[in-house]
C-alpha cells in the first residue's frame, strides 16, 4: 500500500524550531520529486519547499528562505523540512507530496505530485 506519513509537527514558541518527517511506504523516494505545502486556517495551499530529481535542486517560497530547509534521507525512505526561526504566520497544517516515479524534469516544484500525505499541524505562539 502507498503511503505518506508525515510526522515531527506540533506546538512551539515563536523563534523555536520543529523537524518534520515525511516517511514513505510502497514505494521509494530515491529520486523522486517531492514537495512540502501548507495550509493555514481560511488560505490557500502554498508549497513551501521542493526538491527534485537530485539533491541539489532545492527550492523554497521567500517567506521561508534561510530558515527552512528540505532533505531526504534515502536509506529511511523519508524526506524531512527543518525548520528554524519558526514565526506565526508559520502555523499552517503541513503536507507532503511525491513522484510516484522520478520524472527527471527541470528542477522545481511540480505542477502535480502523485501521492499525498494527510499532514500535520504545526501551531506557534506568539
Known amino acids: 500500500q502507498v503511503q505518506l506519513v508525515e510526522s515531527g509537527g506540533g506546538l512551539v514558541q515563536a523563534g523555536g524550531s520543529l523537524r518534520l518527517s515525511c516517511k514513505a511506504s510502497?514505494?521509494?523516494?530515491?529520486?523522486?520529486?517531492i514537495g512540502w505545502f501548507r495550509r493555514a486556517p481560511g488560505k490557500e495551499r502554498e508549497v513551501v519547499a521542493c526538491?527534485?530529481?537530485?539533491?541539489?535542486?532545492?527550492v523554497y517560497t521567500d517567506s521561508v528562505w534561510g530558515r527552512f530547509t528540505i532533505s531526504r534521507d534515502n536509506a529511511r525512505n523519508t524526506v524531512y523540512l527543518e525548520m528554524n526561526d519558526l514565526k506565526p504566520e508559520d502555523m499552517a497544517v503541513y503536507y507532503c507530496?511525491?513522484?510516484?516515479?522520478?520524472?527527471?524534469?527541470?528542477?522545481?516544484?511540480?505542477?502535480?505530485?502523485?501521492?499525498w500525505g494527510q499532514g500535520t499541524q504545526v501551531t506557534v505562539s506568539s
Open positions: 526538491i527534485g530529481n537530485s539533491d541539489d535542486s532545492s
Open positions: 507530496a511525491a513522484e510516484a516515479f522520478p520524472r527527471f524534469l527541470p528542477a522545481g516544484c511540480r505542477d502535480h505530485y502523485d501521492y
Open positions: 510502497g514505494f521509494t523516494l530515491d529520486n523522486n520529486a
